[in-house]
């Protein structure tokens, strides 16, 4: 009798648990400003990569990693970690997503250009707004950034999923014994005004590492190497085989001449150059 009194007393229990569960939610659906559906595959990254912010108030936007893979589902709520009021547009506030065009200049990728200053609303300290979600199926690999309208500002890095290879051969023992890094520059065919290219290479950084590049002028006062990290583009590196990754970077030349491109690492530890022309269609 006292077994059987036990075991009714723990099904009640996990009933309740069970309901209890059902009951709990981050947030209404209703309310969230985006299309918040996931399809098998597409839930929020569960590995951790932070990038480089722009400002110290970029922590205010709390998000699992700074990079997914196209297709993936970015999730994320802005709370206010400072001791003072942010106002907001909007009520409740939005954000849209901007990308980095290849001249740099940031442009809106979804959501409005400017937010809607007709209503108003506030964050205050240690609060969080609701959960927000958007999807990145059909983005192109490129570096983003979300813009709230409480006027806090995160960069992300959208990337291509790896391409599916055959089953790799023995790697030369060589390759293992090689530590010392190193990023190197695919030979580059002349470009064409005006014209998007491609510039490919290699390193034996590990994959997800963060490169920066700048392609300027041979007429350039700078030096050849010193790449500013503020002025110039990032990449990421790509898993490859044998312990050597590869890398890719995007341009475009308004102008005719001798070019060069310049390729670093975060820590610029490393560094690599390569000159090339830039010719008339």
């Not at 007393?9 to 709990?24: H, K, R, Y």
């Not at 480089?52 to 993936?72: C, F, L, R």
């Not at 994959?207 to 700048?214: C, I, S």
Request: glycine fraction near 8%.
């Amino acid at each position: 009798m006292t077994i059987l009194r036990t075991t009714g007393i723990l099904l009640i229990l996990m009933i309740s648990l069970v309901l209890t569960a059902g009951c709990t939610s981050l947030t209404d659906e209703k309310n969230l400003s985006v299309n918040t559906s996931q399809t098998p595959g597409q839930s929020a990254a569960s590995y951790r990569v932070t990038l480089h912010q722009p400002v110290a108030q970029s922590d205010y936007i709390k998000m699992d990693t700074d990079i997914y893979n196209i297709g993936e589902v970015v999730e994320f709520t802005v709370t206010n970690d400072g001791s003072g009021t942010l106002d907001c547009a909007g009520n409740p506030p939005s954000f849209s997503v901007k990308f980095q065009g290849i001249n740099g200049v940031w442009v809106t990728r979804m959501g409005t250009e400017k937010p809607n200053e007709t209503t108003k609303s506030s964050l205050e300290p240690g609060k969080s707004t609701q959960v927000y979600r958007f999807v990145t199926t059909g983005w192109d690999p490129s570096r983003y950034r979300i813009v709230h309208d409480c006027g806090i500002e995160r960069e992300i890095l959208i990337r291509a999923l790896p391409v599916a290879t055959l089953a790799p051969t023995a790697c030369p023992t060589d390759n293992a014994s090689n530590t010392t890094p190193w990023i190197k520059i695919d030979p580059i065919v002349d470009q064409y005004v005006a014209r998007p290219f491609a510039i490919m290479g290699t390193t034996n950084l590990p994959a997800g590492h963060e490169l920066n590049y700048t392609i300027f002028s041979i007429l350039s006062p700078e030096p050849a190497l010193s790449i500013n990290p503020e002025g110039s583009f990032t990449t990421i590196v790509q898993e490859g085989s044998c312990g050597t990754n590869t890398w890719s970077a995007m341009g475009e030349i308004q102008a005719t001449g001798e070019f060069f491109i310049g390729i670093t690492d975060t820590e610029r530890n490393v560094s690599a150059i390569k000159r090339f022309a830039v010719l008339s269609p």
